[in-house]
């Protein structure tokens, strides 16, 4: 039987694993086996980068966490695990989405996002939406676009008067 000291660091770990799912809005875990060193060293810097968490817990450490947040996620603990934690949505499932492109052996498993558990298509589609700066992007496009359409139009309008009140005009001088 383990002892007392063992016992509680691993409650201590389960206790880290849960209150970081919790904390986290985004939660994905990959099948890290067949990357190099460097490679996982390259995907925790893009992480890093964007202030998303990277780690590596035994799997039925992780069962335990997620079993006591009442997700049953055991299929996707088989094999090599890392877990990346983020408050951002959508920024952890780009980065790995595209590492995982140029790096074949990365495999996405599954995700809990907004405390909800996400498949891998669910996963992918979070990955193909564009940046913040491209939806604002197309935002202001979208209202340039509308204040353009108007402007076309009030000068339509303005015009069809001026050619009114011509037409006005030459008939009173006609009548004269």
């Known amino acids: 039987m383990a002892s007392k000291k063992i016992l509680k660091e691993k409650t201590a770990i389960v206790d ?7 904390k986290a809005n985004s939660v994905i875990l990959v099948d890290y086996r067949g990357l190099t060193v460097t490679e996982v060293t390259e995907l ?26 009442k997700f049953d996620l055991k299929e996707a603990l088989d094999g090599p695990t890392a877990i990346a934690f983020s408050e951002n949505v959508v920024e952890p499932a780009k980065i790995i989405n595209d590492f995982a492109k140029k790096h074949e052996a990365l495999e996405i498993k599954v995700g809990i996002i907004d405390g909800d558990i996400a498949s891998l298509d669910t996963i992918k589609e979070l990955a193909n939406i564009p940046s913040r700066e491209g939806l604002l992007t197309m935002l202001a496009g979208g209202m340039i676009q509308f204040v353009k359409d108007l402007s076309v139009a009030l000068d339509l309008y303005s015009q069809d008067l001026e050619s009114n009140s011509d037409k006005k005009e030459e008939k009173k001088e006609e009548e004269k």
Do not use: G, P
């Open 44 to 69: 925790r810097k893009q992480l890093r980068e964007s202030n998303i968490e990277l780690k590596v817990y035994k799997n039925t450490l992780t069962k335990r966490a997620l079993e006591a947040l």
């Open 16 to 22: 880290t694993i849960k209150a970081s799912i919790e």
